[in-house]
């Protein structure tokens, strides 16, 4: 069998008169298809074998609805969970044999909570917190629902007291850098006065 000999397509003519055999490609009328492996597309491709701009509608709308459907069960299982949480914490809820339903635990809720507040309750007891929590518990629970942190400074020298160790999580800080310090030192040096005037008032409404 014969070698095909090497064709340049600058010399011949713009229509081909028919198939010319090259080595690795396939020249047909009017077109030229050299060897070689193509470019990959940079799209990203899903299962399936589309590429995000090549994936049919029905397709998007299926991944928009299953990604939909993840969110809202993600959102009633933590739903679930706080509500769980809430029925420990209100005595009536945890006194009844059988548990109420989520309506039921609202309700029970807010009804105690107007008790509270109807009654005044300042008692320092622990009556304020459910039996099965330890003081350290509670404020490490209460300080993550803020998604904050607790500090006590001295209003007449704005020293820092105590300031909690969720403060290395929230601003990026050790703990160890603000005992000691002032808190003068840790705001922005334009907040000063303005700081030094609030503290200064809060000791003046004390006394």
């Known amino acids: 069998m014969a070698t095909p000999a090497a064709v340049n397509p600058s010399e011949m003519g713009s229509e081909l008169?028919?198939?010319?055999?090259?080595?690795?490609?396939?020249?047909?009328?009017?077109?030229?298809?050299?060897?070689?492996?193509?470019?990959?597309?940079?799209?990203?491709?899903?299962?399936?074998?589309?590429?995000?701009?090549?994936?049919?509608?029905d397709h998007k709308e299926r991944y928009a609805r299953e990604n939909h459907s993840e969110i809202e069960r993600r959102r009633r299982n933590k739903m679930t969970q706080y509500i769980t949480e809430l029925s420990d914490m209100v005595p009536?809820?945890?006194?009844?044999?059988?548990?109420?339903?989520?309506?039921?635990?609202?309700?029970?809720?807010?009804?105690?909570?107007?008790?509270?507040?109807?009654?005044?309750?300042?008692?320092?007891?622990?009556?304020?917190?459910?039996s099965f929590l330890t003081e350290q518990e509670l404020k490490h629970l209460i300080l993550e629902a803020a998604d904050g942190f607790l500090f006590v400074v001295a209003a007449e020298t704005g020293r820092v007291i105590y300031v909690s160790d969720s403060v290395t999580p929230v601003l990026n800080h050790p703990q160890s850098e603000w005992f000691g310090s002032t808190l003068y030192e840790q705001v922005h040096p334009d907040d000063v006065d303005k700081l030094r005037e609030q503290l200064s008032t809060s000791e003046n409404s004390m006394t």
């Open 17 to 57: 008169p028919g198939p010319v055999t090259m080595p690795g490609a396939v020249v047909g009328a009017g077109q030229v298809r050299m060897g070689g492996a193509m470019p990959g597309r940079g799209g990203k491709r899903r299962s399936g074998g589309y590429d995000d701009d090549q994936i049919p509608g």
């Open 92 to 130: 009536t809820c945890s006194a009844l044999a059988r548990k109420p339903d989520k309506l039921t635990i609202l309700r029970m809720a807010v009804s105690h909570m107007k008790s509270m507040r109807g009654t005044g309750n300042t008692s320092t007891d622990g009556a304020y917190k459910p």
